[in-house]
């Protein structure tokens, strides 16, 4: 694809790399068959392609508008895109850099404002987010049902192993997952500790960023990576081996800190090691020997695999062939790289086509057959339990429930 950026993009660090990106398309349309909100809405401007020219025309002189706001907003960054291109255009970071410019250059109405101010506030605070979580779980049985199902259940928390090993990695604790699935960390703790490795926590360490990130708040996602790397670093020099991190959606942020941070001459290089030591539990997980795990009653499951994880961190199929190691039967899940309509606070701001997503994947699961359905985020957990008729479990529960 041949550019023209302007001048005030041009000399910017965005504005190159926005280029190179935009040179690597060559206009094929193939990442239009696997984008979900182009198959719900049959408009060219709200698939890959569509979204692709509009940016362009952004960063060659055309002023953004409400309309280009819109388009881009309806995009899940589920990333199915990039799986899909032929010639390796990073969709992902150029979306961010469209939006950056659209939510600065284009207003907001003070109601879509307050909300998205909410999120970003409300949600990456463990303390505030935790309690709003809690009230809501007392109030839960007076609720309209619609309401009342998007809110958690109560769970009490099970027991982390308190045994010392030679080995230690860190667990990202993250700001939704304590108080929304209390037991998926505490289920990794107990599976790696039959594996011989002790998993810690950094107590100073909280959301991911991502939150803040993908509302183009990048001031506070930075100011989030920042804390993380201090509270991680000693502990990484201390011999630390990863950083495991049991939801996709924070693990792809966390991975991209090496990205985010690489003109800062202070945290460039601290933020590549930890990119580099970032693992999901499936990767932790395929790396050791799983032969002396005692495995005992693993059933039939639909494994429903995160975009983040498939397509963010390009880990189709590792989990699947962990859960298959371990005796797991996997149902074939129709249109499996199709997106659940979570997608962060997608389900909040764009509630329609979040639940048409929602209908499709859950009737793809249900058709299946499997008893239990099985995923590897917290976010696709929650929305998909909100709808589906079967118990729905982080992978990682699973395995501790079989090898317990």
């Known amino acids: ?54 940016i362009k025309d952004i960063l060659e002189g055309a002023t953004p508008t ?6 881009l907003d309806r995009c899940l960054t589920c990333r199915s895109c990039e799986t899909t291109c032929p010639s390796g255009v990073d969709y992902g970071r150029l979306a961010d850099i469209g939006r950056k410019i659209v939510e600065d250059e284009v207003g907001r109405s003070w109601t879509q ?18 309690s709003l979580v809690r009230v809501g779980q007392l109030l ?34 993250a700001c939704a997952q304590p108080s929304a699935t209390p037991n998926v960390n505490a289920s990794a703790a107990r599976v790696l500790d039959r594996l011989g490795i002790r998993l810690i926590a950094a107590r100073e360490a909280g959301c991911c960023g991502a939150v803040a990130h993908h509302l183009s708040d990048h001031d506070r996602s ?6 993380n790397i201090d509270a991680w670093w000693p502990l990484l020099e201390q011999g630390a081996e990863a950083i495991v991190i049991t939801a996709s959606g924070c693990g792809v942020m966390v991975k991209e800190y090496v990205h985010l941070l690489q003109g800062d001459p202070l945290y460039a290089e601290k933020a590549r090691r930890v990119s580099e030591l970032a693992k999901d539990i499936s990767e932790v ?48 899940v129709p249109d499996s790289h199709l997106c659940c309509g979570s997608a962060g606070t997608y389900s909040i701001l764009q509630p329609d086509l979040s639940k048409r997503l929602l209908k499709d994947k859950l009737k793809a699961l249900e058709a299946t057959g499997a008893p ?28 501790d429930e079989v090898t317990g």
């Open 113 to 130: 404002k307050l909300i998205r101010k909410a999120l970003v506030v409300v949600i990456p605070n463990r303390r505030l987010f935790g």
């Open 222 to 227: 930075h100011a989030a990576v920042k804390r």
């Open 285 to 332: 997980l395929s790396r050791e020997d799983l032969g002396g795990l005692k495995v005992r009653g693993a059933d039939t499951i639909a494994f429903h695999s995160p975009c983040t994880l498939q397509h963010g961190q390009k880990l189709n199929g590792l989990t699947e062939g962990i859960l298959r190691e371990l005796g797991f039967e996997l149902r074939p």
């Open 1 to 54: 694809m041949q550019t023209n950026i302007v001048e005030r993009y041009a000399d910017t660090d965005q504005g190159r790399e926005a280029e190179a990106i935009l040179r690597k398309c060559v206009h094929c349309g193939f990442c239009t068959a696997t984008c979900p909100t182009y198959q719900l809405l049959g408009d060219e401007l709200d698939g890959p392609r569509g979204r692709i020219y509009q």
């Open 66 to 71: 409400k309309s280009t706001q819109t388009h």
């Open 140 to 173: 839960r049985p007076l609720m309209p049902g619609r309401i009342g199902t998007k809110i958690p259940r109560r769970t009490k928390p099970s027991v982390w192993p308190r045994s010392t090993h030679a080995r230690t990695m860190l667990v990202l604790e």
């Open 372 to 399: 239990t359905i099985a995923t590897a985020n917290v976010g696709c957990q929650l929305h998909l339990k909100t709808g589906a008729k079967a118990p729905v479990k982080h992978w990682i529960e699973l395995v």
